[in-house]
């Protein structure tokens, strides 16, 4: 199972760390994805790690802005979320898979556990 935790209300400039927990399975063989949805779009992908943590993927829209990294437990991956934009709004989720390459990380489809989502919130 996978917990996305940690969204809530933050002003643009500012910060957030989401935090995806997992149980049940060994996390480092498993590749972990953050994909969001704002209302009225389609889920899309903003981060991911391969089980390794060599490899990571950032869309476009949050290079430069967003780290995901393995947290301090060894159960959890998080989402550093510095200089938020209001375009940055929607539901954030965590989804895991063992068999997704690395070419296919940033494809929701290739997941197939999901945690439920975590509302983030940026206000301009």
């Known amino acids: 199972q996978l917990q996305a935790s940690g969204g809530g209300l933050t002003q643009a400039g500012g910060s957030l760390t989401l935090s995806c927990t997992v149980s049940?399975?060994?996390?480092?063989?498993?590749?972990i994805g953050w994909f969001r949805q704002a209302p009225g779009k389609e889920r899309e992908v903003v981060s991911c790690?391969?089980?390794?943590?060599?490899?990571?993927y950032y869309s476009d829209s949050v290079k430069g802005r967003f780290t995901i990294s393995r947290g301090n437990t060894k159960n959890t991956v998080t989402l550093q979320m510095n200089s938020p934009k209001p375009e940055d709004t929607a539901v954030y989720y965590c989804?895991?898979?063992?068999?997704?390459?690395?070419?296919?990380?940033?494809?929701?489809?290739?997941?197939?556990?999901w945690g439920q989502g975590t509302q983030v919130t940026v206000s301009s």
């Open positions: 989804a895991g898979s063992a068999r997704v390459i690395i070419s296919s990380l940033r494809l929701k489809d290739a997941y197939e556990y």
């Open positions: 049940g399975f060994t996390l480092n063989r498993y590749a």
């Open positions: 790690v391969t089980g390794s943590g060599a490899s990571t």
